[in-house]
């Protein structure tokens, strides 16, 4: 029993420091568009492309 | 869970109104969609909301314009994705239709897409010619 409880803490404590330190803090907003030349390009946010279409989602996506 | 088989049988020819009532089905991650033809007229809405319809129609026209006027010189847009941390929208144009539908947040971006593509292309798609039924061959007398 006292086996089956360390095994559970240390998972618990393995999944916390995995999310603590390993996992992606950055942004997860982005938009991309492609063209009917087989081009395409991803924005990023704070470029102002990338602003500009957000400022229009954002107006269809909070009403 | 997904119970969508794409069958090119079952979907082609179909219209509008039907290709958006099968789209908000087949995907659970679509909150709202709407269907134009090529000269940007809307031809279909899942909304009962006619204002709901109005903002996301001028949202979509309005991120194509932009989209096509990145660059150096306006190019025809095929995709626009746009996805914020309070849900996304997904434009793709097909054929002779524009799709275009709103999600949550975090959605699948592959999935959407190919399920606005099936969409468009359900409507483009001809209906299915109809086999006429053979004659028995009149036994010579």
Known sequence: ?63 | MRTFSPNADSVAGMDAEQAVRELMEISSQITAAIVFDADGAMLATSSEDPAASARLSAATLELVAAAADLGSEPREVTRVEVELEEGAIFVVREGAHTVAATTGPNPTSGLVVYDLRTCAQAIDAPAPKKRRARKPKEEAS
Not at chain 1, 28 to 57: M, N, T, W
């Open chain 1, 1 to 63: 029993m006292r086996k089956l409880i360390r095994l559970a803490v240390l998972t618990g404590l393995a999944v916390w420091a995995w999310r603590r330190f390993f996992r992606s803090t950055g942004s997860l907003e982005r938009a991309g568009i492609s063209y009917a030349d087989g081009s395409a390009v991803v924005l990023d946010p704070g470029s102002a492309a990338f602003e500009r279409l957000a400022s229009i989602a954002r107006t269809t996506l909070r009403q």
